[in-house]
């Protein structure tokens, strides 16, 4: 497996002194075919990897919304939950493609269908109830380890302070994020002691990402790397798509 290491240092003697292999092939700990670049963190995903913006949620499939329609008790107080294909069904107005818009636009669509045909001044109220999409897996050695819903915007250090925080066992120099964009798949090394001492930003968590916090996993990942370096700013592999 052929592995792309982007690093971005905090020092710049070291960054310096490692530039010149940008385009070269370099061993780090003895691992084969593992080469330094140049880069600067791990990338977001883009509109087609994911569906959420940063601040709006953006409904998915699986999820449930509460659904009210305002003077109609036989259309209100309804538990509707979105199908795999990211459609809902609603009385009188049929299937609606809901995946990718937030509650309020899924509201706006419910009320262009009613309008006119079965409600003159239609009003609706979407709000989400169960999410099932945008979720976080967190592992490792974390209090609570499980998938996590993101409502809003997420980082490193509230993801894990979702799963209740460290343990004992935690370590917390290494903390890996995965992450699929497009076709590549990536896995980022953090030390959450330099985030909480301000040495480099908290890194934000989108959905589909896995946290592995500090336990062998994360350190078999990263074996060549922690064993060839300190972590002294975050560390991003590109890992091999056919891996």
Do not use: H
Not at 63 to 71: A, E, H
Not at 110 to 132: H, S, Y
């Amino acid at each position: 497996m052929k592995l792309t290491i982007f690093l971005k240092f905090a020092l710049a003697p070291l960054a310096i002194a490692l530039s010149g292999c940008a385009s070269t092939s370099t061993d780090i700990g003895g691992a084969p075919g593992l080469e330094v670049v140049e880069g600067n963190a791990l990338p977001e995903p883009t509109v087609a990897d994911l569906s959420a913006n940063e601040r709006a949620y953006r409904v998915g499939p699986f999820d449930v919304l509460n659904i009210d329609v305002f003077g109609s008790e036989e259309l209100s107080k309804k538990e509707i939950q979105v199908d795999a294909s990211g459609r809902l069904t609603f009385p009188l107005i049929g299937t609606l493609e809901v995946a990718g818009k937030t509650p309020g636009e899924v509201g706006e669509m419910m009320a262009d269908r009613f309008r006119g045909r079965f409600i003159k001044d239609p009003q609706i109220t979407v709000n989400l109830k169960e999410i099932f999409s945008q979720t976080v897996t967190i592992s490792g050695e974390v209090k609570r380890a499980g998938v996590y819903p993101i409502v809003g915007r997420m980082t490193l250090m509230t993801a894990i302070a979702s799963a209740e925080g460290w343990t004992e066992f935690s370590k917390k120099g290494e903390v890996v994020v995965l992450r699929t964009v497009g076709d590549q798949d990536y896995a980022a090394l953090y030390d959450v002691r330099a985030i909480e001492k301000g040495q480099y930003g908290d890194p934000e968590i989108f959905a589909s990402d896995i946290v592995i916090v500090g336990d062998s996993n994360s350190r078999r990942i990263f074996r060549d790397f922690l064993a060839a370096t300190p972590l002294l700013a975050p560390a991003v592999l590109l890992l091999d798509s056919n891996r």
